[in-house]
């Protein structure tokens, strides 16, 4: 007990920084520019407390525009300019879950809603509209379009909230046309879904091209009488949570308002990039609608992500850019004659941020860094850009460069920790059992000495659809997982961050892995081999190896401590998939493995579940129980075998916390316990 509480103790920080220090350095998120008036907007999340921020010229020093105070979980999002520039839209809470609960970690009396609220930056003041989310705002006038349970809905910023019209199916991707007239939405029906356009004034609705496929992404032309959007070919035996690196090729289709019809404009070659990539741009930047009335969008026609322009009114694509490396998000800029993207040219671990002319050319270096930078935007003069940063050191930071000048700081805060405490990752390789190369990160603490044996601590990232950086995330999540490894590396622990197989940025067939996930599980090569290369270096104690993650990453701890019992001597399991033929279901609520007894057969043998009865080790088990993503009862499952076992299992739970938890509170309570519990398990072996 005293063992105990004196490691409790150190955890609250003598030496070096805190976790709740580290954890509270505020992250910025939703970074927007104005339509008019040369204006950026962003959210802060700064322990725990969300709210939005606004910078115009010529200081671009940015201030508070709301003014929340709690550690609520409440989430702020979807921010949208009004055409004016006087007025931010945006929504306030989290999406319901299928039982139509809304997200309440704080366990609230009375549940918090989701809704779309509006904040006016002159005065500091907001207002409700109206229960919903996902909002549009028109680009012509004061209406803002929004979904309530999958149906569209039209409010004025004075809070008069109607329904557009009643649909079948459920409702995405909202998008005005220039001119306010329609509203374009994509109507998901299941296994096939249709694009619409919304007439604002006839009040009627009409169906484009409607077929058997899977139709997404409605972009409209500058002028607004014309429609892209993705065609995907319609399958009932899509693989999830398992390669697909060839599928019937999607194609880009363009719907002509004034005619009625519609014509493929162009499709992809068979092989690779014929499957759609709806990973790789986020939703609402599929496709791009730039000048010289060309469209972007982006293709793995080489086995790496890039972009491509195509002539709207017929032609070849035009590859925008080109090399052993990835593009992950793409903007126009306000004049549509370039392209802003952010990717890992040149730069495998990292994201600096580019831009190229829309009709082709050479790429031009927006960021030039050792550092981490994306989500950038223009302004709407085009004469500042905005954008987010970090470094190994730095945690995210709002910045803006405009005129000759070095870019600087939105906003500055008060440092939440010395960041000289903190260490520089470095790029490292291993082999996995099977040869495989895989990419890593490692950290190794300040002060080690020749001869000295120190314990380690390999972190798996969740996904899998994902890629560590060298430095603080550009996502709050792994943020969060960074402050973790750095606070142990500056506990004396070594650190490896991992990037195994079927995660991003190392090209298609890197992310294809075959017999990857629930096909096979083949990232367990990967996470032994891991093990194997820590336990090679003189400085680490082969025997004090432990393996912590989240989601995906929670699975692949359980992998370890159920396949390689004698090389991890320990394991943090947060929110982990123990059972594909359980957790798949939650994707793909038809799944039935009873039907599918060879896929689920597969899956099963592919899941910790499967060795659970090799599990030796500790553990520890954090877990959400209003968990959308992992069903809280693959923890439930897990720890009833493991006690039958005799394996020593802890847990920590968060009653009503969803899988990223919303609070504050629940990862510093989260990550102490995940600290404490590897330093009593693996230096007092308590």
């Given at each position: 007990?005293?063992?105990?509480?004196?490691?409790?103790?150190?955890?609250?920080?003598?030496?070096?920084?805190?976790?709740?220090?580290?954890?509270?350095?505020?992250?910025?998120?939703?970074?927007?520019?104005?339509?008019?008036?040369?204006?950026?907007?962003?959210?802060?999340?700064?322990?725990?407390?969300?709210?939005?921020?606004?910078?115009?010229?010529?200081?671009?020093?940015?201030?508070?525009?709301?003014?929340?105070?709690?550690?609520?979980?409440?989430?702020?999002?979807?921010?949208?300019?009004?055409?004016?520039?006087?007025?931010?839209?945006?929504?306030?809470?989290?999406?319901?879950?299928?039982?139509?609960?809304?997200?309440?970690?704080?366990?609230?009396?009375?549940?918090?809603?989701?809704?779309?609220?509006?904040?006016?930056?002159?005065?500091?003041?907001?207002?409700?509209?109206?229960?919903?989310?996902?909002?549009?705002?028109?680009?012509?006038?004061?209406?803002?379009?929004?979904?309530?349970?999958?149906?569209?809905?039209?409010?004025?910023?004075?809070?008069?909230?109607?329904?557009?019209?009643?649909?079948?199916?459920?409702?995405?991707?909202?998008?005005?046309?220039?001119?306010?007239?329609?509203?374009?939405?994509?109507?998901?029906?299941?296994?096939?879904?249709?694009?619409?356009?919304f007439d604002v004034a006839k009040k009627a609705v009409r169906f484009v091209d409607p077929g058997l496929d899977q139709d997404v992404a409605p972009v409209w032309s500058p002028a607004g009488r014309r429609l892209a959007f993705v065609r995907r070919a319609a399958s009932r035996g899509q693989t999830i949570f398992g390669p697909q690196r060839a599928a019937e090729p999607w194609s880009i289709r363009i719907h002509d308002l004034a005619s009625g019809v519609t014509r493929e404009a162009w499709k992809a070659d068979a092989g690779a990039g014929s499957v759609f990539a709806s990973h790789a741009l986020p939703a609402a930047g599929q496709l791009l609608w730039g000048d010289a009335d060309r469209i972007l969008f982006s293709w793995e026609k080489t086995g790496w992500n890039h972009l491509y322009s195509l002539p709207a009114n017929g032609g070849l694509p035009v590859a925008l850019t080109k090399g052993a490396f990835e593009v992950e998000t793409a903007t126009l800029s306000p004049d549509r004659k370039h392209v802003v993207y952010a990717s890992n040219q040149g730069d495998a671990h990292r994201r600096h941020l580019w831009r190229v002319p829309v009709e082709g050319g050479a790429a031009e270096a927006l960021t030039k860094s050792q550092g981490i930078e994306w989500s950038g935007v223009y302004a709407s003069d085009g004469k500042a850009f905005a954008y987010l940063a970090s470094d190994a050191k730095q945690s995210a930071t709002p910045m803006i460069a405009s005129g000759a000048g070095a870019a600087q700081p939105l906003l500055s805060l008060p440092p939440a920790f010395d960041a000289n405490a903190l260490v520089e990752p470095k790029a490292v390789t291993f082999a996995a059992t099977d040869g495989m190369e895989i990419p890593a990160q490692l950290f190794l603490p300040a002060g080690l000495k020749a001869g000295e044996k120190r314990p380690a601590a390999i972190f798996f990232h969740g996904g899998s659809r994902r890629q560590m950086l060298l430095g603080w995330h550009y996502a709050s999540y792994y943020h969060n997982c960074y402050a973790l490894t750095q606070y142990l590396v500056s506990r004396g622990w070594v650190a490896l961050s991992v990037n195994y197989r079927s995660g991003i940025g190392y090209g298609m067939e890197f992310r294809e892995a075959l017999e990857y996930g629930a096909t096979g599980a083949s990232e367990v090569r990967d996470v032994i081999g891991a093990g194997l290369y820590l336990r090679g270096l003189d400085f680490v104690d082969g025997r004090k190896i432990a393996a912590w993650g989240g989601s995906y990453g929670g699975y692949l701890t359980a992998h370890a401590l159920s396949r390689a019992p004698e090389l991890f001597a320990a394991g943090v399991d947060v929110h982990g998939v123990h059972d594909w033929n359980v957790t798949i279901r939650n994707f793909v609520p038809g799944y039935n493995p009873v039907a599918e007894p060879e896929a689920a057969r597969l899956a099963f043998t592919s899941s910790p579940m499967a060795a659970v009865r090799n599990w030796r080790s500790p553990v520890l088990l954090i877990h959400g129980d209003d968990d959308r993503n992992v069903p809280f009862s693959e923890s439930v499952t897990l720890v009833e075998e493991l006690r039958r076992n005799k394996v020593a299992v802890e847990s920590v739970v968060f009653p009503d916390e969803v899988h990223s938890f919303l609070r504050y509170a629940s990862w510093v309570k989260a990550w102490e316990a995940a600290a404490e519990f590897l330093e009593r398990r693996l230096r007092s072996g308590k």
């Open positions: 007990m005293l063992i105990f509480l004196f490691l409790a103790a150190s955890l609250m920080g003598a030496d070096g920084p805190t976790l709740a220090d580290l954890l509270g350095s505020a992250f910025p998120s939703e970074l927007t520019a104005s339509g008019a008036g040369a204006k950026v907007a962003f959210v802060m999340n700064a322990r725990g407390v969300r709210n939005i921020y606004v910078a115009e010229p010529p200081s671009y020093k940015a201030r508070a525009v709301t003014h929340y105070t709690a550690d609520d979980g409440q989430e702020i999002t979807n921010l949208e300019w009004s055409p004016d520039a006087r007025t931010i839209v945006y929504v306030r809470g989290g999406a319901a879950n299928r039982a139509g609960e809304i997200p309440n970690p704080l366990s609230e009396a009375k549940s918090p809603e989701q809704a779309i609220w509006a904040a006016t930056p002159v005065s500091g003041q907001s207002r409700r509209l109206a229960a919903g989310g996902a909002p549009a705002m028109s680009p012509k006038t004061s209406t803002v379009a929004f979904l309530v349970k999958g149906q569209v809905w039209l409010t004025g910023l004075d809070g008069k909230a109607e329904q557009a019209f009643q649909m079948r199916g459920t409702a995405g991707n909202l998008a005005w046309s220039p001119d306010g007239a329609f509203l374009a939405f994509t109507s998901n029906r299941g296994d096939h879904s249709f694009v619409g356009v």
